[in-house]
């Protein structure tokens, strides 16, 4: 059984930025990585996708102000954000992607309020 521990999240005032991390409780090198959100009353997104091999993607909304990493070594993915929004508040989930019929994991989520 996989644990995923999000950590990071906080208030802060737009354009400000945090950095949140996602520590696994085994070993992420073989497995793609993401960090979902999901603000109160919308439906939970994908916000940023690593492969197991590091390359990433972001969903439009925070290209160019969200990194997504990963350091193995550590078993932990993180997510850099800048230039945060009023519209990035939302609770913020690390995923872990089962490879084939593997099970896939979720954490439990790490609050991000940004004041205007």
């Known amino acids: 059984q996989m644990q995923l521990v999000e950590s990071g999240g906080g208030l802060v005032q737009a354009g400000g930025s945090l950095i949140l991390s996602c520590a696994a409780s085994?070993?992420?090198?073989?497995?793609?990585m993401a960090w979902y959100r999901q603000a109160p009353g919308k439906q939970r997104e994908l916000v940023a996708h690593i492969t197991s091999d590091g390359r990433p993607n972001y969903a439009d909304s925070v290209k160019g102000r969200f990194t997504i990493s990963r350091d193995n070594a550590k078993n932990t993915i993180y997510l850099q954000m800048n230039s945060l929004k009023p519209e990035d508040t939302a609770d913020y989930y690390c995923y872990l992607e089962g490879r084939g019929r593997a099970i896939s994991y979720w954490g439990r989520g790490t609050l991000v309020t940004v004041s205007s």
């Open positions: 085994g070993s992420i090198s073989n497995n793609n």
